[in-house]
């Protein structure tokens, strides 16, 4: 069966400092992978999707990239982290319907 | 632009109520609506509706899409505490890389 592992679950950060987090799909291949973001009051905001190694596509411009080094493997990351990159990120997955990651909660503090 | 919109935001009713909620969307190249349940952290799947007219039952969930009017409802008959949670709706929108377009979500919560 596939799940999604996605981590950490919860992660504390000072402004300016590196992100990166890391989502693995297990149990299919060639997924098409998302990264979405979800601020307090907001509902789901896509960030990112791929459709296969090393393509990307970026939906809003922001502080963030994205990568896809494996076929079943997501990472997003950041260089220097903002007071607003604060929120819940989730990673998924899609077939017919997207399936999610347990999400991080990112604090920037 | 592609979006989706959700009514109410949020809802507060007693255990045993019916709820309705609102899904709306304008979203170019249509593949299916989706209904998302989402609690502490992430969602989980509810429904996926890709044909008009055809009501999705899950026990005391149901849910029905019109793609002419570009709506879905999302129904909780004998609502219980346990329904308490943020309702997610979603668009699969084709072409590459199929995209999911979500609502802000409807935050209900049942009263005993």
């Known amino acids: 069966s596939q799940t999604i592992h996605q981590w950490p679950a919860t992660l504390v950060q000072p402004v300016g400092s590196p992100l990166s987090l890391e989502c693995t799909v297990e149990?299919?291949?060639?997924?098409?992978l998302y990264w979405y973001r979800q601020a307090a009051g907001r509902g789901l905001q896509l960030l990112f999707y791929s459709v296969g190694i090393g393509q990307i596509s970026s939906e809003v411009p922001q502080n963030l990239s994205a990568s896809r080094p494996q076929d079943r493997q997501f990472i997003l990351s950041s260089k220097k982290l903002l007071l607003s990159d604060s929120g819940f990120y989730l990673c998924?997955?899609?077939?017919?319907?997207?399936?999610f990651g347990q999400g991080t909660r990112l604090t920037v503090v | 632009e592609d979006k989706v919109v959700q009514s109410p935001l949020s809802l507060v009713v007693h255990e045993g109520d019916t709820v309705t909620l609102n899904c709306s969307y304008e979203?170019?190249?249509?593949?299916?609506l989706l209904w998302y349940k989402q609690e502490k952290k992430a969602p989980t799947f509810l429904f996926m509706l890709?044909?008009?007219?055809i009501e999705k039952k899950s026990g005391r969930l149901s849910s029905i899409l019109d793609k002419k009017e570009l709506f879905s409802i999302l129904n909780i008959t004998a609502t219980q505490t346990g329904d308490s949670a943020i309702y997610l709706c979603?668009?699969?929108?084709?072409?590459?890389?199929?995209?999911?377009?979500f609502g802000t979500g409807t935050s209900l919560t049942v009263i005993p």
């Open positions: 998924a997955w899609s077939v017919d319907s997207a399936f």
């Open positions: 979203v170019t190249n249509f593949r299916s």
């Open positions: 149990g299919t291949s060639n997924p098409n």
């Open positions: 979603a668009v699969e929108a084709g072409g590459t890389g199929n995209q999911f377009y």
């Open positions: 890709t044909s008009s007219g």
